[in-house]
C-alpha cells in the first residue's frame, strides 16, 4: 500500500489544525473569548462589590453606646447609659428626647411613690429633677413638611425615639430605687 505525500501532509495539517484549535483559539474566536472574560470579571467584581455591601450593611456600624447626663449641673443629675436603636439618624435629637421623657418620668415616678408611702425618708433618698431645667423641645423637633416629605424626619423621629426610650430607662431606674 502506498500513501502520496499530498495525502499524508494533507491529513497531518488537518489533524494538527484540530489538535490547535482545541488548545488554541482562532484569532476571532480569542476576541469572543477576552471579552465573555471582561464581562465575567466586571459581573464577579460586582458581586464582591454587592457582597461587601451587604456585610457592612449587616454589621453593626451604627449607633453606639451614649452616656447622656440629665439634670442641671446645681441640682439632682444622673448620667445613663443607652445604645440609640438603630433607625435612629440625628442621635443629638435622640439625646435631647432621653433627657426629657427621663426628667420627667422620674419626677412623676418620685412624686408617687411619695404619695403612696408617705416616707419623708424616700423622699431624700429619691432626689427629683429640677423642674425648671425640664424642657420640652417638641416644638423645634414638631415634623415639618415641604409638600408631600417631611424635612426633619432624622430629628423628630430621633427625639420622639428619645423620648420613649428615656421614660422607659426611669421606669426601669425607679424600679430598682435608683437612678443609672
Same mark, same amino acid.
Given at each position: 500500500m502506498t500513501y502520496g505525500t499530498k495525502g499524508v501532509s494533507a491529513a497531518f495539517a488537518l489533524a494538527? *489544525?484540530?489538535?490547535?484549535?482545541?488548545?488554541?483559539p482562532l484569532p476571532d474566536q480569542q476576541k469572543s473569548a477576552d471579552a465573555a472574560a471582561a464581562a465575567s470579571?466586571?459581573?464577579? *467584581?460586582?458581586?464582591?462589590?454587592?457582597?461587601?455591601? *451587604?456585610?457592612?450593611?449587616?454589621?453593626?456600624?451604627?449607633?453606639?453606646?451614649?452616656?447622656?447626663?440629665?439634670g442641671a449641673a446645681n441640682g439632682y443629675r444622673v448620667t445613663v447609659k443607652t445604645?440609640?436603636?438603630?433607625?435612629v439618624c440625628d442621635n443629638a435629637a435622640f439625646a435631647d428626647g432621653v433627657?426629657?421623657?427621663?426628667?420627667?418620668?422620674?419626677?412623676?415616678?418620685?412624686?408617687?411613690?411619695?404619695?403612696?408611702?408617705?416616707?419623708?425618708?424616700?423622699?431624700?433618698?429619691?432626689?427629683?429633677?429640677?423642674?425648671?431645667a425640664i424642657h420640652s423641645q417638641d416644638e423645634q423637633y414638631k415634623i415639618q413638611w415641604d409638600g408631600k416629605e417631611r424635612t426633619n424626619a432624622c430629628a423628630s423621629d430621633?427625639?420622639?425615639?428619645?423620648?420613649?426610650?428615656?421614660?422607659?430607662? *426611669?421606669?426601669?431606674?425607679?424600679?430598682?430605687?435608683?437612678?443609672s
Open positions: 494538527t *489544525a484540530v489538535a490547535l484549535a482545541a488548545c488554541a470579571a466586571a459581573q464577579a *467584581a460586582q458581586a464582591a462589590s454587592a457582597a461587601a455591601a *451587604a456585610k457592612a450593611a449587616a454589621q453593626p456600624s451604627g449607633p453606639t453606646e451614649q452616656r447622656i447626663v440629665i445604645t440609640p436603636p438603630a433607625q433627657r426629657y421623657g427621663y426628667a420627667l418620668t422620674w419626677n412623676r415616678l418620685v412624686g408617687e411613690a411619695v404619695r403612696e408611702n408617705g416616707a419623708k425618708a424616700l423622699k431624700s433618698k429619691l432626689g427629683k429633677f429640677d423642674p425648671s430621633g427625639y420622639l425615639i428619645g423620648r420613649i426610650v428615656g421614660t422607659h430607662l *426611669a421606669s426601669v431606674d425607679m424600679r430598682n430605687g435608683k437612678p
